[in-house]
């Protein structure tokens, strides 16, 4: 069964990079034709979509986010990671790291991470 | 302000049906896109529960139905139990923003 983690410092600096590592168990993220994406979801507010990565590197970003998020894919580990730069508090949220539903789909979710809270103050 | 509009809460009492709307536009629902489904529960991680506009995922019960039509889509539910209490979100992608998109979500509130 396919399980998915978030890790990383639930505790940011504003103006420092957020970095989380999504570890994937239950399939192999380089022989699965699926995306690879991240989720958030501020505290009282509504799910904002981050980005998606495919296993060759291709990525899709969120526009409003883009010049700030780097996603990368490591197939060795069988995980993926998001970096997000120059953070403010308006970036506290929960993050989830997921599954997309099929290979055509690149903002589906199928499978989700159980989520991080990560808060961005000094 | 979503791009795709939801009604903050819903409700309705056990073994009723309920409808939540999305209402989009001609650069998202309108223009063909999919639209997802998604059931959240307080301290768990959103659950997909419909995919492509009405095909439900393995494990989803019948009670959930998607439909879609024009510029908007709806969930129904049906036989309302009280573990079906959540928030609710659609999701679609939008050509003019270049990204996917999710309503605001509706809380369905079991009477």
Not at chain 1, 92 to 102: D, I, L, N, P
Not at chain 2, 11 to 22: E, F, K, L, N
Not at chain 2, 40 to 61: A, C, D, E, Q, W
């Amino acid at each position: 069964q396919l399980q998915l983690q978030e890790s990383g410092p639930r505790l940011v600096k504003p103006s420092e990079t957020l970095s989380l590592t999504c570890a994937v168990s239950g399939a192999s993220i380089s022989r699965s034709y699926y995306y690879w994406g991240w989720i958030r979801q501020p505290p009282g507010k509504g799910l904002e979509w981050i980005g998606s990565i495919f296993n060759n590197g291709a990525t899709y970003y969120n526009p409003s986010l883009k010049s700030r998020v780097t996603l990368s894919v490591d197939t060795s580990r069988n995980q993926f990671s998001l970096k997000l730069s120059s953070v403010t508090a308006a970036d506290t949220a929960v993050y989830y790291c997921t599954k997309s539903f099929s290979d055509y789909d690149f903002w589906s979710a199928l499978n989700w991470g159980q989520g991080t809270l990560v808060t961005v103050s000094s | 302000q979503s791009v795709l509009t939801q009604p903050p809460s819903v409700s309705g009492a056990p073994g009723q049906r309920v409808t939540i709307s999305c209402t989009g536009s001609t650069s998202n629902i309108g223009a063909d896109y999919d639209v997802h489904w998604y059931q959240h529960l307080p301290g768990t991680p959103p659950k997909f529960l419909i995919y492509g506009n009405s095909n439900r995922p393995s494990g989803v019960p019948d009670r959930f139905s998607g439909s879609k039509s024009g510029t908007s889509a709806s969930l129904a539910i049906t036989g309302l139990q009280a573990e079906d209490e959540a928030d609710y979100y659609c999701q679609s992608y939008d050509n003019s923003l270049g990204a996917p998109v999710f309503g605001g979500g509706t809380k369905l509130t079991v009477l």
